[in-house]
């Protein structure tokens, strides 16, 4: 135990730490990042979604396919090789929960072609729920 009180008179350097503050930010921060990534691992991808006036929000347990305007395919975030791929990925996810909604952002700049492609490999994948990604106009 540190006697404080030799301190007080003068009599010697106190050069000790106090952590408590510095460990109160760093944990006020760990929890605004929890709160503030799951937006960040969506907005990541250079997508753009086309405007609709009735799009809604509010979607189910999900999985993120995006399409970007080149034609790369990603799930979650992660670049796929080709349409197969998609179609083995997505068919192990429903396998492990079939209710699982999957979410297509396509980028309003995409073939409109690629877009049915991709809507096309996801039902052969076996997705019942499929939804289109807009943004609210």
Request: hydrophobic letters at 50%; proline letters at 4%; zero cysteines.
């Amino acid at each position: 135990m540190i006697d404080y009180n030799k301190y007080r008179e003068g009599e010697g350097l106190f050069s000790g730490i106090n952590i408590v503050p510095f460990t109160d930010v760093v944990l006020v921060l760990l929890i605004i990042f929890m709160i503030a990534a799951p937006g960040l691992l969506s907005s990541g991808l250079n997508v753009t979604l086309p405007g609709s006036a009735s799009a809604d929000p509010k979607v189910p347990a999900k999985v993120t396919v995006s399409l970007d305007r080149a034609g790369v395919i990603y799930l979650e975030g992660r670049a796929l090789g080709d349409a197969q791929a998609l179609i083995g990925e997505i068919a192990a996810l429903i396998e492990k929960r079939p209710d699982l909604g999957v979410v297509l952002n396509a980028d309003a700049a995409a073939r409109h072609g690629q877009v049915v492609e991709v809507l096309d490999t996801l039902r052969k994948s076996g997705a019942a729920k499929i939804y289109v990604g807009t943004v609210k106009k």
